[in-house]
Nanobody, 116 residues
Framework: QVHLVESGGGLVQPGGSLRLSCTAS????????MSWYRQAPGKEREVVAA????????YYADSVKGRFAVSRDDVKNTMYLQMNNLDTEDTAVYYC?????????WGQGTQVTVSS
């Protein structure tokens, strides 16, 4: 069964850090272009980061550039999103998904709340 599970969210103070995980089942994550997304209350889902492993190409939204970084553990078939210097504007449910050959059904996501 092909699916993705996000984890690692939580409550963090402004300026803090979190590392989110995206574990893939049923396919080898490194063979597909992957993205992290987030959806804040009342807003549409947006792309946070997009990775194309072949050629090592990456895209980060302007709002997270320099603060967020994507990495991968092939043994665990897991992609990570390291989030540093978090701001209240980063509060959202975070999702991962692959982009090709088709987007998978969305998982539950993981809630990130940045608040003092």
């Amino acid at each position: 069964q092909v699916h993705l599970v996000e984890s690692g969210g939580g409550l963090v103070q402004p300026g803090g850090s979190l590392r989110l995980s995206c574990t893939a089942s049923g396919f080898t994550l490194r063979n597909f272009p992957m993205s992290w997304y987030r959806q804040a209350p009342g807003k549409e889902r947006e792309v946070v980061a997009a990775m194309t492993w072949i050629g090592d190409r990456s895209y980060y939204a302007d709002s997270v550039k320099g603060r967020f970084a994507v990495s991968r553990d092939d043994v665990k078939n897991t992609m990570y999103l390291q989030m540093n210097n978090l701001d209240t504007e980063d509060t959202a449910v975070y999702y991962c998904n692959r982009r090709e050959p088709y987007v998978l059904p969305w998982g539950q996501g993981t809630q990130v709340t940045v608040s003092s």
